[in-house]
């Protein structure tokens, strides 16, 4: 297995690979986003299951976090009525620099543009959901516990563009007992958008976990990830 960091635009990455990385990026490449207060190197057992099938994983430092933290963030995040404000834009500040991300990959011969994906857990889940809004050559996507419904007046908010998401192949996954990252948004995204792959019904799944919070049990846990891996391997490949 082979690690090393990089800079993409202005988002510090962690690349993992298995084969070379030629053959990664052939295989296709799988950009991932941390959790609130994480950072890239959180979720390295990640990284290397999608290196295990063959994937370019690559995890970035969302905007205020990692090597780029902000040095008052845990101020920003208690100041009152803030921590929603602050959130979210972190959360649109990163979506929004995905296509440079992905332009810098391109650029460097890491990845094929037809090959890319997506995926993030928590916060990285509404980051996950926002990319679309901002970048095309997307193919395949994977939210992990997140909202596409940013509580905001900022128009940017996934909930109120479906006509962007077709066609991105979209599985979304929600722990049914969240009461940090409630799962009805999700629920209720996906049935506005099925309308809209109805030429491609395949394309897009939600499932939602029962038993699960926000933090979910290991036996749904792994059959979430396998899930994850699998839609990857489908769309991507």
């Known amino acids: 297995?082979?690690?090393?960091?990089?800079?993409?635009?202005?988002?510090?990455?962690?690349?993992?690979?298995?084969?070379?990385?030629?053959?990664?990026?052939?295989?296709?490449?799988?950009?991932?986003?941390?959790?609130?207060?994480?950072?890239?190197?959180?979720?390295?057992?990640?990284?290397?299951?999608?290196?295990?099938?063959?994937?370019?994983?690559?995890?970035?430092?969302?905007?205020?976090?990692?090597?780029?933290?902000?040095?008052?963030?845990?101020?920003?995040?208690?100041r009152e009525n803030s921590f929603e404000e602050t959130f979210l834009s972190m959360v649109q500040q990163t979506s929004e620099e995905i296509p440079s991300v992905i332009d810098e990959l391109v650029k460097k011969g890491l990845t094929d543009p037809e090959k890319i994906g997506i995926c993030g857990i928590s916060m990285g889940g509404y980051i996950t959901y926002g990319s679309v809004l901002f970048e095309k050559r997307i193919k395949a996507i994977a939210p992990v516990l997140g909202s596409p419904k940013w509580k905001s007046s900022i128009n940017s908010s996934p909930k109120n563009h479906p006509e962007k998401f077709y066609p991105v192949a979209l599985l979304a996954q929600n722990a049914g007992q969240d009461s940090c990252v409630p799962p009805q948004f999700a629920r209720d995204f996906h049935e506005v958008l099925i309308p809209y792959y109805k030429e491609s019904p395949e394309k897009i799944a939600y499932i939602e976990y029962p038993q699960s919070n926000h933090f979910m049990i290991e036996e749904e846990w792994n059959e979430l990830w396998e899930n994850l891996l699998n839609w990857f391997e489908k769309f991507i490949n």
């Open 1 to 78: 297995m082979k690690e090393y960091k990089i800079k993409l635009s202005e988002a510090p990455a962690l690349i993992v690979h298995r084969n070379s990385i030629e053959k990664a990026a052939e295989k296709g490449t799988i950009l991932f986003y941390h959790g609130l207060k994480a950072c890239k190197e959180t979720n390295m057992k990640e990284y290397l299951s999608l290196a295990d099938r063959g994937f370019l994983s690559v995890g970035i430092d969302n905007v205020g976090h990692g090597e780029r933290t902000y040095s008052d963030f845990e101020e920003r995040l208690k």
